[in-house]
């Protein structure tokens, strides 16, 4: 179809250059007309060959760009010879995504544009990988991994400025026996339903993480006095001691809880947590469904 374009040599070398490429690759001419793609562009993009080819990049526009974001790009090629950055398009199937984009002119020996080369990165996927590393595939809390991160990360912080750090280490009592009794996809609807309800008892800032099977933890970040860690650990057994409904079932549980402080209790990313768990354990001890601090 492209036989006789005025550069068809230049396009065929250029198709040739990236087809294998794991890029995505999308030629037009200098009035955006699409004149030559890459396998990787149509499988980001999720249309044909044949339905790219004589239209303008339009095509998989989202929308959510405005006008003047197209205007800062095209005001970059021109002065600069380049634009790079981020670009949320919409694939074939309808579902909008992130595309790392770049975007050069291509000119001849006279200096002249004759090409404008796209050059496009997928971050769905590597959205997903990097959410599936840190956080827990059943109920989207964070893992161990990014828990661990975060309270390193926030204890740095309360170094620096003397502030203090609460830690909540939650086991939910009665677990094992739901779970046997109404077999494991109750008890995973039902461990959802928990880290739903934990997300919803603190702060944006802080973080709620599980750490496997029924044992959640959640750090509070910069609060201000012990008080504060009793406060939210009585809200927490409150929200788990409400009746949970899966299923057409009526499922009641509770919690046990044990709590340590920074820098009261440790310094230790590791110790801490360990004060916490130990605490957690004197909360069974003593009946269930409280809190204690070792």
């Not at 779970?179 to 494991?184: A, E």
């Not at 549980?253 to 354990?281: E, K, T």
Request: proline share 2%; charged share 25%; glycine share 6%.
């Amino acid at each position: 179809m492209l036989s006789n374009h005025p550069h068809h040599e230049q396009i065929s070398l250029l198709e040739s250059a990236f087809a294998d490429s794991e890029e995505g690759m999308v030629l037009t001419d200098i009035n955006s007309n699409i004149i030559a793609v890459n396998r990787a562009f149509c499988k980001m993009t999720g249309y044909a060959k044949s339905k790219l080819i004589g239209n303008t990049p339009k095509i998989i526009q989202s929308g959510f760009h405005n006008a003047q974001f197209y205007k800062n790009m095209w005001q970059s090629i021109k002065q600069k010879g380049i634009w790079q950055g981020e670009v949320w398009d919409r694939k074939g199937s309808g579902e909008i995504s992130p595309i790392d984009l770049k975007i050069k002119p291509i000119k001849n020996i006279k200096d002249e544009i004759i090409f404008y080369l796209g050059l496009m990165t997928d971050h769905s996927k590597l959205i997903a990988m990097t959410r599936l590393a840190n956080h827990d595939a059943l109920t989207g809390l964070a893992n161990r991994r990014l828990f661990e991160k975060r309270l390193e990360h926030d204890i740095a912080h309360a170094q620096r400025h003397e502030s203090l750090i609460g830690l909540l280490y939650i086991d939910l009592d009665r677990f094992k026996h739901i779970n046997d009794s109404c077999g494991h996809r109750v008890g995973d609807k039902l461990l959802i339903q928990v880290a739903n309800r934990l997300k919803a008892s603190v702060r944006a800032e802080d973080t709620a993480a599980r750490l496997g099977g029924d044992e959640f933890i959640i750090i509070l970040s910069e609060i201000k006095s012990a008080g504060d860690v009793k406060q939210v650990a009585e809200k927490i057994i409150e929200q788990i001691n409400k009746t949970f409904y899966i299923d057409n079932q009526r499922i009641n549980i509770g919690c046990s809880i044990g709590y340590s402080i920074f820098p009261q209790h440790s310094r230790n990313l590791q110790s801490l947590i360990h004060v916490a768990d130990n605490a957690m354990f004197q909360a069974k001890q003593a009946g269930r469904n409280t809190f204690c601090c070792n």
